[in-house]
């Protein structure tokens, strides 16, 4: 794998970040040799798998973890630790998983973003049973597409990724194109549990909730701020975070991942840089912006690459008004630095957002808003209140009762999302295959095209995609906040003529979503 490396390093411990270090244990630089080891730690919570070293087994279990100098929590995790190990893979080599089942609750491994083959996805009940505690599964499949991606549990997701079941996983080029190489996994956690539990009641999880400092109601912010207390980057939170180290000269690739429930606004201070990836896919012809917000969706990510112009630090760190922001922040600096740092936080001050509609360098699409198209839907996205409780709906249904989207393969796929509730945002997520973002609220992209498998959808937006049906199965098409798809925003993308090869399992709760 990637033997172009120059240096590792966990976010402020080593390159590939996976989750913090623990407390007392001293951070570990190692210099790249000819591969990295079958298990990179820099102490007892943070590992690296390189898939090139043969099979890995991932253990789910029970496990604590500190999240700040005060506060440790109870995880559900695999291998123990949250983020879960980080898996990489050159492009070409074939990743083989083993899942071990400690836990006393079913599990999963869904490979978010990856196209693997449909059996392989993870989804209780779709494409798999889930894995019953005391039980094993096997994943395995090639690694043909590179880029930034992450895992997590498809079982009862809601809680289960709350708890810490998530980990990235990075598909390399043969060639990197930079030396340092740092993973930044956004979350939100709740710390005081027993708070948190008693502000759930009732809570109308439509209500916008991002991180931003956009103008949004406030009830709804108040009673987020309740139900998650704590965000987090890689596993840790405020002080606890690692920085990372760079030298002068350095080109440098971070990695954003958002495995959370909330919207995140995230600020590279002091650095000229581009984006060059979204939901690892390339940009073509990154323009280089400063004092430009990235904001991270529910399951999404951004790559973004800059080169160290001089010697110093600077912060990354969410802008948003909510208290929580404010320990959702990091800084990046050049080896040895003691000078005096100039940098300052500024969370609350106004910056562009990025815009993927009109960036980049426009490039020869395979799909456009003037195309013929074999299948056409069209997805209205909604909330509703039954009995008290809140539904989040699409054409009024709720999963499993919603209409699938029938497609053969080899089809051309144009489906129109709109989002029709007032407040709530739906970062969608559609399984097995990338989709070509062809046009925001009518308009066609004006810039470079845009291949992606999460799209957040606000209120009022309407967005068009379109992919090729080259993947038969029956794949999930869902709203990564994973709340809103516990409670119906889901459906499924049905190839005709498609039969699952797993045989469902009486005996097992599956819960997709």
């Known amino acids: 794998m990637g033997k172009s490396f120059k240096w ?17 244990e001293e951070s570990v630089t190692s210099q790249y040799e000819e591969k990295l080891p079958t298990v990179t730690e820099a102490d007892s919570t943070s590992k690296i798998y390189d898939v090139s070293e043969g099979p890995i087994t991932i ?15 109870d995880t559900w995790a695999y291998d123990g630790i949250v983020p879960g190990p980080q898996i990489r893979a050159t492009v070409g080599e074939t990743i083989d998983v083993t899942l071990e089942n400690e836990l006393p609750d079913p599990v999963t491994i869904h490979w978010h973003g990856l196209p693997v083959p449909n059996n392989m996805d993870g989804i209780p009940g779709v494409t798999q ?21 992450w895992y997590h549990s498809h079982q009862d997701g809601s809680n289960q990724l ?41 809570m109308d999880m439509g209500e916008e909730v991002d991180s931003s400092i956009e103008s949004m109601d406030m009830s709804g912010e108040e009673n987020m701020a309740e139900m998650y207390d704590t965000f987090l980057i890689n596993g840790k939170s405020g002080e606890s975070i690692p920085e990372m180290e760079v030298e002068k000269g350095d080109r440098v690739r971070l990695r954003f991942v958002n495995a959370g429930n909330m919207a995140h606004k995230m600020d590279i201070h002091g650095q000229e840089f581009q984006i060059v990836a979204t939901d690892g896919q390339p940009i073509n012809n990154p323009a280089t912006v400063t004092e430009t917000l990235i904001e991270v969706a529910p399951g999404e990510r951004y790559d973004v690459e800059f080169t160290v112009q001089e010697e110093g630090e600077w912060f990354i760190e969410c802008h948003g008004n909510m208290e929580q922001s404010s320990d959702m922040k990091t800084k990046i600096r050049t080896t040895g630095f003691t000078g005096e740092s100039t940098d300052t936080s500024n969370q609350l001050d106004e910056f562009p957002v990025f815009d993927f509609t009109s960036y980049g360098e426009i490039a020869e699409n395979p799909f ?146």
């Not at 590792?8 to 007392?24: E, M, N, R, Y």
């Not at 996983?169 to 930079?178: A, G, Q």
Request: net charge negative.
């Open 8 to 24: 590792l390093s966990f976010l402020g411990v080593s390159v590939f970040i996976l989750s913090a270090c623990a407390q007392g």
């Open 59 to 73: 253990t789910a279990k029970q496990s604590s973890q500190s999240i700040t100098m005060e506060s440790e929590v």
């Open 129 to 149: 049973n889930a894995v019953k505690p005391g039980e094993s599964f096997e994943y395995k499949f090639e690694a043909d597409v590179p880029g930034t991606y």
């Open 162 to 202: 709350d708890k810490g079941l998530y980990g990235t996983i990075i598909v390399e080029d043969e060639s990197p194109s930079y030396d340092k190489d740092f993973t930044l996994v956004l979350d939100e956690w709740q710390v005081g549990e027993e708070e948190a539990d008693s502000s759930m009641e009732g």
């Open 368 to 513: 456009s808003i003037d195309d013929q198209y074999d299948v056409e839907y069209r997805l209205d996205l909604n909330n509703r209140t039954v009995d008290g409780q809140t539904e989040y709906t699409i054409n009024d249904k709720v999963f499993p009762d919603t209409d699938t989207l029938e497609v053969e393969q080899g089809d051309r796929v144009k489906v129109t999302l709109v989002n029709s509730s007032e407040t709530a945002v739906h970062p969608m997520h559609l399984h097995g295959v990338f989709f070509q973002v062809i046009s925001k609220n009518g308009e066609p992209l004006m810039g470079a095209p845009v291949f992606k498998d999460t799209i957040n959808v606000k209120p009022g937006e309407e967005y068009e995609i379109a992919f090729l049906a080259d993947n038969p199965g029956d794949w999930m098409f869902h709203c990564h906040d994973l709340h809103h798809a516990a409670a119906g925003m889901v459906t499924l993308v049905k190839y005709k003529g498609f039969e699952p090869v797993f045989t469902p399992d009486p005996t097992v709760e599956n819960k997709p979503e």
